[in-house]
């Protein structure tokens, strides 16, 4: 036998290795059991299962209720007709039979940005290979990451597409897709698909083994027409959502609404992993409303913690606080490149820029993984400050090797983009926002929101005063142009943090109407600062929307179950 083994190689390659499910197992527990952490100190590691805290999660339920003709005489769109219920679910049950006695072979997990939905992809892989979950369920599960689909250019096979799942040298074998059913596929950041998936537009196809163009791969097995009896798990931010739907048979919802109150200090407990530390920073954090509101979405507790524990290493006090997302942003980057660039101003300058360059280059043609080539253009060498920001990872390309850098976090992409952007002339970010135009629900919505954030006054300062980048806030007026009455831009307003501009921007509306709409917590307290901004003769009307109460004890949003919500009579 053993001679037979090296012979086989010899004559067909390292292709013919077969992998056991044990082996799969064991090979995807070994990969996905840390996550890199990136900080002050480079390269450090923590145990996913460690980190991991608990996320809210709901599933979604439509029920239609309305008749068909108000559709006609009220003029109302479909979806708005249909009566939205949620509840609270885990990742456990996602994939379990609904009242139809059916499982759900398709499940799409929603969440903004930073929410979660990677870390849930990842852990849901560790726990699989664990024993843990979906035991009897799936034999295999794979994951796929949308972002390194958009850089092959070569036609690859269903197989080929799964190799970075398999130890190097091994690939997927004919027995592993005999038993679709028992095969679950996690496909990861829909909306970091850089080319909009259309059906009419490829052809699917049905064998696993033939290579076609990626995107035709992808939509059929989105589209069930290989692989038909598996199961799929897709995140995406809700903003690549109508997208996705096109695609899709079938689909449940699922939402990850971040962490609880309690969720919250959990995380600082585990991030910190010493009790005295993470009571001192969690206090400081639980005093500061707005900031611990912020705090139910993951990353930014990280970006806090992480900054805390700078500040307590380097023996500070706990001074800074931060009300909009765009400052807990800029509070990350200055409190990182302090560490760094103790003597060299004009060295953190420069770098910053290439990296700001880097990341506007790719954001409006949705690129997120950057080649070699990306970087040289750009002068940026991989010195210690790139490898603050940017992530280095291994991708196939047809038969070599290559190595790719993304953004630590899509959102810090968006972020360094938006700095690049405020910081170039009028007519570069009348260009954005023309594409950003009228719909606003679509890929640039986070850019734009750090880009009233960042023209803030006080926040042009911070740029110039720590990071030496002047610019000035002209095109702030501009920026309405784009704008009806609609909650984005109140949120957007809420980023900008400026009542006299809020004030001259909701001068423009005699009357707001917001209608069937879920308001956040995050939602409320940007209504109420432009609300606050109004005068008096204008009206605000609130039409079967419904509202979150905070929890008695926790706070925060989506502290308590998220079932009943009162609704309000137009006012
Ligand atoms: N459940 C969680 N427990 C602990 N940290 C989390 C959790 N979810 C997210 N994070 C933190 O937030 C960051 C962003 O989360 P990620 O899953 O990448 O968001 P996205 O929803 O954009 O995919 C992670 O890198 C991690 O630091
Ligand atoms: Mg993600």
Request: charged share 25%.
């Amino acid at each position: 036998m053993l001679e037979v083994v090296p012979l086989w190689l010899e004559y067909y390659g390292e292709d013919v290795m077969e992998v056991t499910p044990k082996k799969y197992r064991e090979h995807i527990l070994e990969e996905y059991q840390v996550i890199e952490d990136r900080n002050a100190r480079l390269g450090e590691y923590v145990s996913l299962d460690k980190r991991y805290t608990k996320l809210l999660i709901v599933k979604e339920h439509w029920q239609r209720e309305e008749k068909e003709h108000e559709i006609i005489t009220r003029g109302r769109k479909h979806a708005e007709l249909m009566a939205h219920q949620t509840s609270l679910t885990t990742v456990s049950v996602l994939f379990d039979p609904d009242r139809n006695r059916e499982s759900p072979r398709t499940v799409v997990l929603l969440g903004a940005a930073g929410i979660g939905k990677t870390m849930t992809a990842r852990k849901i892989m560790l726990d699989w290979a664990a024993g843990k979950l979906y035991q009897k369920k799936f034999d295999y599960v794979f994951y796929i990451n949308c972002r390194k689909i958009n850089l092959v250019t070569a036609q690859q096979s269903m197989a080929d597409l799964l190799l970075n799942n398999f130890p190097d040298g091994v690939r997927p074998t004919k027995e592993i897709f005999e038993k679709p059913e028992k095969l679950l596929f996690i496909i990861d950041g829909f909306d970091e698909l850089n080319s909009v998936l259309s059906m009419e537009e490829v052809s699917l196809w049905s064998d696993p083994f033939e290579k076609k163009p990626v995107k035709t791969v992808l939509c059929s097995l989105l589209r069930k027409e290989v692989l038909q009896k598996s199961f799929l798990l897709i995140t995406s931010r809700p903003t690549a959502l109508e997208k996705l739907k096109q695609n899709l048979k079938f689909p449940c919802y699922a939402e990850i609404r971040g962490f609880s109150g309690d969720d919250r200090k959990e995380y600082f407990h585990k991030f910190f992993g010493d009790e005295k530390k993470a009571t001192q920073a969690f206090n400081f954090v639980k005093e500061n409303e707005m900031l611990f509101t912020m705090c139910f979405v993951p990353i930014v507790c990280w970006i806090i913690c992480t900054v805390m524990k700078q500040q307590m290493e380097r023996k500070e006090d706990l001074a800074q606080t931060s009300k909009t997302t765009t400052s807990v942003y800029l509070l990350f980057l200055t409190s990182l490149l302090t560490d760094h660039f103790t003597d060299s101003v004009q060295q953190s300058k420069t770098t910053l820029w290439k990296l700001c360059s880097l990341a506007a280059d790719g954001i409006l043609e949705r690129k997120i993984l950057f080649e070699e080539g990306d970087l040289k253009k750009h002068n940026l060498s991989l010195s210690t400050i790139h490898t603050l920001f940017l992530n280095k990872s291994i991708f196939q390309k047809d038969t070599e090797c290559e190595s790719v850098y993304s953004f630590i976090h899509l959102s810090f992409q968006e972020f360094f983009a938006t700095m690049k952007k405020s910081l170039s002339s009028k007519k570069d970010v009348n260009s954005l926002l023309k594409i950003y135009g009228p719909s606003k629900n679509n890929y640039l919505m986070l850019t734009v929101r750090f880009l009233f954030g960042l023209l803030n006054k006080e926040r042009l300062n911070d740029m110039e005063k720590k990071l030496h980048c002047k610019t000035s806030s002209a095109i702030k007026l501009d920026l309405l142009k784009w704008f009806e009455a609609e909650l984005e831009l109140f949120h957007c307003l809420y980023e900008s943090q400026e009542e006299e501009f809020a004030k001259s921007a909701m001068d423009n509306f005699q009357e707001i109407r917001l209608e069937h709409i879920r308001l956040s917590t995050m939602d409320e307290i940007a209504l109420s600062f432009c609300v606050k901004n109004c005068c008096s003769k204008q009206s605000l009307y609130l039409c079967n929307c419904t509202v979150v109460l905070p929890p008695p004890s926790s706070g925060g949003e989506e502290g308590r179950g998220p079932t009943m919500h009162p609704h309000l009579p137009p006012s």
